[in-house]
């Protein structure tokens, strides 16, 4: 087994620090809801992370420092907690110490005695999709997920794939089974040997007003029209809510355990009521297109508990909007935001920068948006069907909008998965005058 040893450090009574949090994506939110219930006497001075950030840069109302300006400022009186989930935690955790941040001045510390390969996602992730249970989410040329097919009822379903993560930790330790070599394991330390989840996706295919130029998922406008519903009826027959509620019954899924809600459309879904119910007190975080507004769906994502709503918008124009999109919404969406916004949603904007939406006009519209809605947090990714073959034009444009977004005094988080030499391109093209 995994050895592990977690600390928990406690403040003297009456002491006054400064916390930092170090991480800007999208766990930022919720960590720093956590640090406000935990800590609610101390303060908590903003954010960093290991990019050069600029001087006017914020995320949820919090100033985002390099970190060099937080050892100038506060001489290692300051304390830390790190927001990123496994393997990211422990690999900031080992930057910290050596800067020489003592590691009781990091909140969160967690010891790792033996280093062996993980993965964030087995680590404590359970993917909802159609036809099986996942590990993660496949990546289109790059990965494909381990799953557990339906059993008889979803209880055999879960424990079949409770028994298969620890059977796929213990292979992973010995440099086999079905997740050794894939692009999203690194040396690290899994965190967990134990049958636990703290993330639940719902990756299932209910139908969506869209047909998204890079969609290629069962459940869009312009599959069901192509090959009819079927996909969506099955999606219809999972037992989310039982599986919800047996995964607590069994204490794997702890209290402040996120459900994520991320394909089709749960708006226009048949089991919106039925899935609200069964997300009770849990984070709650929706993808959704924005077209249609809902005002439980934003009562659940204003708690301060990381919950939010995220709209991937991919246009700054109502035309593009059109060409990416597959329909006429843009003013829609637009309006709906704004509804989310009234309600005191946390609201997160995306864009998947293509060929087709990387224009100035694109990009200038989308920050307008930014300025009017004043998102909690905002990412920029790309076309996952491409791979990490990504033309000029999109790494250009993931520059230019990611200026004009700290222009704004805002961070962006750019998606990972996109690859370090893209990355790399990138950070060449910002530098560009």
């Known amino acids: 087994m995994l050895s592990f040893v977690k600390h928990e450090f406690m403040l003297k009574e009456n002491e006054k620090v400064k916390i930092i ?12 809801d956590i640090l406000r219930g935990k800590y609610s006497e101390q303060e908590i001075v903003g954010f960093t992370n290991s990019c050069n950030n600029s001087d006017n840069q914020k995320i949820f109302g919090k100033k985002v420092y390099n970190f060099s ?12 907690y790190i927001s990123p989930a496994e393997p990211t935690r422990s690999e900031i955790q080992v930057i910290l110490e050596e800067k020489g941040i003592d ?19 087995l680590d404590d992730l359970m993917v909802v999709g159609d036809d099986a249970l996942y590990f993660c989410c496949s990546m289109p040329g790059q990965n494909i997920a381990p799953s557990i097919t339906y059993r008889e ?16 930790i213990r292979q992973l330790k010995q440099s ?19 049958k636990t989840i703290d993330r639940l996706s719902i990756g299932l295919s209910y139908p969506c007003q869209l047909a998204c130029s890079y969609c290629t998922w069962h ?10 519903d079927k996909q969506v009826k099955k999606a219809y027959q999972i037992d989310v809510k039982g599986l919800i509620q047996y995964l607590e019954q069994k204490e794997v899924f702890s209290d402040t355990g996120t459900i994520f809600i991320a ?6 879904s048949a089991k919106r009521d039925e899935l609200l119910d069964a997300v009770g007190n849990h984070p709650l975080c929706v993808m959704s297109n924005g077209i249609v507004f809902n005002k439980r769906i934003a009562q659940k994502v204003a708690r301060m508990d990381g919950s939010h709503i995220e709209v991937s918008i991919d246009a700054g124009t109502r ?19 704004h509804l989310y916004k009234q309600e005191g949603a946390n609201i997160y904007l995306k864009y998947i920068m293509l060929d087709i939406n990387c224009t100035d006009n694109d990009i200038q519209g989308f920050c307008g948006i930014i300025k009017s809605i004043g998102p909690q947090n905002i990412s920029i990714s790309f076309d996952y069907n491409c791979g990490q073959n990504i033309s000029q034009n999109v790494l250009r444009g993931i520059a230019k909008l990611s200026k004009e977004i700290n222009k704004l005094g805002l961070a962006c988080i750019i998606n990972p998965a996109i690859g370090k030499k893209n990355i790399e391109e990138i950070n060449r093209c910002i530098d560009l005058k």
Request: charged share 30%; glycine share 10%; with cysteine.
């Open 153 to 168: 009822s979803i209880y055999e379903t879960v424990d079949a794939f409770l028994n298969e993560k620890n059977d796929i």
């Open 69 to 80: 300006e937080i050892v100038s400022l506060y001489r290692g009186e300051e304390y830390y």
């Open 21 to 32: 949090i170090y991480g800007t994506g999208k766990r930022a939110g919720l960590a720093l």
């Open 319 to 337: 035309e593009t909007y059109k060409n990416v999109k597959g329909l006429d919404a843009f003013e829609k969406v637009k309006e709906t935001l």
């Open 176 to 194: 086999s089974g079905p997740c050794y070599g894939c692009v999203k394991t690194v040396r690290g330390g899994i965190r967990k040997s134990k």
């Open 219 to 228: 459940c869009n406008s312009r599959n069901i029209k192509k090959y009819g």
């Open 103 to 121: 590691r009781t001045h990091i909140l969160n510390y967690e010891e790792v005695e033996e280093n062996c390969i993980g993965c964030e996602d």
């Open 263 to 268: 394909s089709g459309e749960i708006t226009i």
